[in-house]
């Protein structure tokens, strides 16, 4: 499917098109890995949890990031041959193996907050105060149509009974 098959104008699916080339530009390589750190979302995400909590474990990770455990196992695996987490023993169970920041780790997470934070305060600070009321109403609608869009997504299929004879 084609962005402009959505049934916008000419004129504004053009706009789309060079906004798009223009931030492309703009975001150099060096600025995406900086804000990035050369991350995966899924690493990124793993790391907001593994900052929220400290210690979880394989099945909470699988859970948080919506991916079946082999998947969350092998993003851990590269995680911890990059020596961004590690993996310990529970005090309590031993056969329960916690995930956590190994010291580069938890640099590469705070460089990844500090980038954000410059590029979102730079961004934000430009913005008076009538954009930036518009900013939050426009950010609520994205979440609601997101929203709407997730529980598309829940709603049950209809199974299909099959009479066998």
């Known amino acids: 499917m084609k962005l402009n098959d959505q049934g916008i104008s000419q004129e504004t699916f053009q706009m789309i098109k060079d906004y798009i080339e223009e931030v492309k530009e703009l975001l150099s390589s060096d600025i995406w890995e900086n804000i990035f750190l050369d991350c995966s979302k899924n ?3 793993i790391f ?9 474990n394989m099945t909470e990770i699988a859970e948080y990031i919506h991916v079946p455990l082999n998947t969350a196992t092998g993003i851990i695996n590269r995680m911890e041959n990059n020596e961004l987490i590690v993996r310990t023993r529970s005090q309590e169970d031993k056969r329960v193996v916690l995930i956590g920041f190994s010291e580069r780790g938890m640099a590469q997470f705070q460089n ?3 980038e954000m934070m410059y590029y979102g305060l730079k961004i934000m600070s430009s913005f008076t105060k009538e ?3 518009l900013f939050y109403k ?14 598309k997504e829940e709603t049950p299929k209809k199974i299909r009974k099959i009479t066998i004879e």
């Open 112 to 114: 990844l907050v500090n």
């Open 43 to 45: 690493e990124v995400l």
């Open 131 to 133: 954009e930036m009321d």
């Open 48 to 56: 907001w949890l593994l900052y929220q909590r400290r210690e979880v």
């Open 138 to 151: 426009m950010m609520t609608k994205v979440k609601e149509i997101l929203r709407q869009e997730k529980k």
